[in-house]
């Protein structure tokens, strides 16, 4: 495990909220889960247009009980890969594009900040994916070289950068037949050396499956 595995494995925690009962032995069990939804820099809100695809829902979305809905065949194809996840979808940074998210990072300002890791891997994907700490809680822990201000990372919005949306299929402990699915957006960019990833939201829901 290398050290920023060692990090993230110390700063999160599986997210076993209290607040939601052993819920195994009902079927419609996804209904009652609220969703777990993290967008701390406003970019999914800002941003949603851009994107291609996403999740089926269902649910009360005005009273953050909704869900994710899969059929068989969704289902099987993540479930089946290797680690449950799979790129959903990128959003290449260019010249003509990247004034655009600078500007929504630099509104931000200084105070904000931002945290990333450093080759990111399917382990420190379903860190992310199971964390019960918000982003903004977990990016305060972290150690300063982990973690960058909003207006940083306006100057880093560069052309070749990538915004990437990945899914991730996953059980939690003791409930093994109870099925979540996290959509993690991050800024995929090389800083000197480094393939650099900031985690910009995660949104984590149940599965329904069909």
């Known amino acids: 495990m290398n050290s920023v595995s060692k990090w993230l494995l110390f700063i999160l925690t599986l997210n076993t909220n209290p607040g939601v009962v052993n819920l195994m032995a009902q079927s419609n069990w996804y209904q009652m889960v609220p969703a777990d939804i993290d967008d701390p820099y406003s970019f999914n809100s800002n941003f949603f247009m851009l994107y291609q695809k996403g999740l089926t829902l269902e649910g009360h979305i005005s009273s953050g009980y909704y869900y994710a809905k899969l059929n068989q065949k969704e289902f099987d194809h993540l479930w089946q890969r290797d680690g449950h996840e799979e790129i959903l979808e990128r959003i290449s940074i260019s010249e003509s ?114």
Do not use: C, W
Not at 112 to 123: D, G, N, R
Not at 174 to 196: H, K
């Open 97 to 210: 594009n990247k004034k655009v998210f600078s500007d929504h990072f630099k509104r931000s300002g200084k105070e904000l900040q931002i945290p990333f890791v450093v080759a990111l891997t399917l382990e420190e994907l379903h860190f992310i994916a199971n964390a019960s700490l918000k982003i903004l809680e977990y990016v305060n822990r972290s150690r300063e070289e982990f973690r960058t201000s909003a207006q940083q990372l306006s100057a880093l919005i560069a052309s070749g950068g990538i915004i990437e949306r990945t899914q991730i299929l996953f059980t939690k402990s003791g409930a093994p037949m109870q099925y979540y699915i996290s959509l993690i957006t991050s800024y995929n960019v090389r800083v000197g050396t480094e393939d650099r990833h900031y985690i910009l939201s995660r949104a984590t829901l149940a599965v329904k499956i069909e």
